[in-house]
């Protein structure tokens, strides 16, 4: 048993110490202070390039949620931008436009609610993930504040409140929308991810969306997972075998008093198996020699006897032409 624990001990040092050389995690990753990996890249929407074929899992447009009493719908995407071709964003410059990663149209115009990300952060047990800089909050001077629970169809939409007015000379910097997704752990969902708009602050500033998926769950990342299962059981294998073989070296020596091959542990058993081994290899290789096609040799020669003589000799010259006949078959195989 100590041998057993200790054997044990030195496999899990030892895969620890590969899980602390790991390489680093990669984007819109984040490992938990309990040692769980939250990766998001699975749940998020990537283009398909040109001539590639799309899986029957992957998505061919972002996430959306719908915006209900908002009046507006809502695109978005997991730390990286939407897929869809924007155009026209307002307060955005057009270079950033392929950079927005949650948008809503209202009023024939688009909107952003925030850049890409790819940093999501732990709030105690809560994942989320914050998108910032997308266009201009209106001023809280002249913007109405939003009551979630008032119809969208009692709402003043008038463009003017819906443009952003230009900052003064002197004025504060301009604040910009943003989003902020909280993604829960839902193992029995049935999709990669749902996603649902929550609300928005006073000033129509801030967006609160919640997704659920099993991305959300944790796990261990294949970074960190330096040594897999079978690592650790060919490294437990390999230190039991090394306790086996030097233990019974020493017990061999030192109590049995044996030298040579004999201080192996197990000695006879070992020698026993080698020519079993040994045996099994010879007829393996016998029989198969003998599948070989073979030559024909002196064993195959017509031997037919001389006749003898009245006398009981035999005859010299009927001897002679077949010792002759005999060397020209000899010769003529080897020829061939």
């Not at 890249?41 to 209900?68: C, F, M």
């Not at 443009?163 to 000379?169: F, I």
């Given at each position: 048993?100590?041998?057993?624990?200790?054997?044990?001990?030195?496999?899990?040092?030892?895969?620890?110490a590969?899980?602390?050389?790991?390489?680093?995690?990669?984007p819109?990753?984040?490992?938990?202070?309990?040692?769980?990996?939250?990766?998001?890249?699975?749940?998020?929407?990537?283009?398909?390039?040109?001539?590639?074929?799309?899986?029957k899992?992957?998505r061919?447009?972002?996430?959306?949620?719908s915006?209900?009493?908002?009046?507006?719908?809502?695109?978005?995407?997991?730390?990286?931008?939407?897929i869809?071709?924007l155009?026209?964003v307002?307060?955005?410059?057009?270079?950033l436009w392929?950079?927005?990663s949650?948008?809503?149209?209202?009023g024939?115009?688009?909107y952003?609610t925030?850049?890409?990300?790819?940093?999501p952060?732990?709030?105690?047990?809560?994942?989320?993930?914050?998108?910032?800089g997308?266009?201009?909050?209106?001023?809280?001077?002249?913007?109405?504040?939003v009551?979630?629970?008032?119809?969208?169809?009692?709402r003043?939409?008038?463009?003017?409140e819906?443009s952003?007015?230009?900052?003064?000379?002197?004025?504060?910097?301009?604040?910009?929308k943003?989003t902020?997704?909280?993604?829960?752990?839902?193992r029995?969902?049935?999709?990669?991810?749902?996603v649902?708009?929550i609300?928005?602050?006073e000033?129509?500033?801030?967006?609160?969306?919640?997704?659920?998926?099993?991305?959300?769950?944790?796990?261990?990342?294949?970074?960190?997972?330096?040594?897999?299962?079978?690592g650790v059981?060919?490294i437990?294998?390999?230190?039991?075998?090394?306790?086996?073989?030097?233990?019974?070296?020493a017990?061999?020596?030192?109590?049995?008093?044996?030298?040579g091959?004999?201080?192996?542990?197990?000695?006879?058993?070992?020698?026993?198996?080698?020519?079993?081994?040994k045996?099994?290899l010879?007829?393996?290789?016998?029989?198969?020699?003998r599948?070989?096609?073979?030559r024909k040799?002196?064993?195959q020669?017509?031997?037919?006897?001389?006749?003898r003589?009245?006398?009981?000799?035999?005859?010299?010259?009927r001897?002679?032409?077949?010792?002759?006949?005999l060397?020209?078959?000899?010769?003529?195989?080897?020829?061939?």
């Amino acid at each position: 048993m100590r041998v057993l624990d200790y054997t044990l001990f030195l496999a899990l040092c030892f895969s620890s110490a590969q899980a602390a050389d790991s390489k680093p995690l990669r984007p819109c990753t984040i490992t938990s202070k309990s040692g769980l990996t939250f990766d998001l890249n699975t749940i998020a929407v990537q283009p398909l390039h040109d001539g590639k074929k799309a899986h029957k899992t992957d998505r061919e447009e972002s996430w959306h949620a719908s915006g209900y009493d908002y009046g507006s719908n809502f695109t978005l995407n997991f730390c990286a931008p939407v897929i869809e071709e924007l155009e026209k964003v307002v307060g955005v410059d057009e270079h950033l436009w392929r950079n927005v990663s949650a948008f809503y149209t209202k009023g024939g115009k688009t909107y952003s609610t925030g850049q890409s990300s790819t940093s999501p952060v732990l709030r105690g047990r809560k994942l989320v993930l914050n998108y910032t800089g997308g266009s201009p909050c209106e001023s809280s001077t002249t913007k109405r504040s939003v009551d979630l629970l008032t119809p969208a169809k009692n709402r003043d939409d008038d463009d003017e409140e819906d443009s952003p007015r230009p900052p003064k000379s002197g004025a504060k910097p301009v604040r910009r929308k943003s989003t902020i997704i909280s993604l829960l752990c839902d193992r029995e969902i049935t999709v990669k991810a749902t996603v649902a708009f929550i609300g928005a602050s006073e000033d129509e500033c801030t967006y609160f969306f919640e997704s659920r998926s099993a991305a959300a769950c944790g796990g261990v990342s294949e970074e960190q997972q330096a040594v897999g299962p079978a690592g650790v059981f060919g490294i437990i294998a390999l230190i039991a075998a090394a306790v086996y073989l030097v233990g019974g070296v020493a017990y061999q020596r030192t109590v049995m008093h044996q030298r040579g091959w004999k201080q192996l542990p197990n000695y006879s058993m070992w020698a026993s198996m080698a020519g079993f081994v040994k045996d099994m290899l010879i007829i393996l290789t016998s029989s198969c020699t003998r599948l070989l096609p073979s030559r024909k040799g002196y064993n195959q020669l017509p031997t037919h006897a001389a006749p003898r003589g009245r006398g009981g000799g035999g005859n010299p010259a009927r001897g002679a032409e077949d010792e002759n006949r005999l060397i020209d078959q000899l010769d003529e195989e080897w020829d061939d």
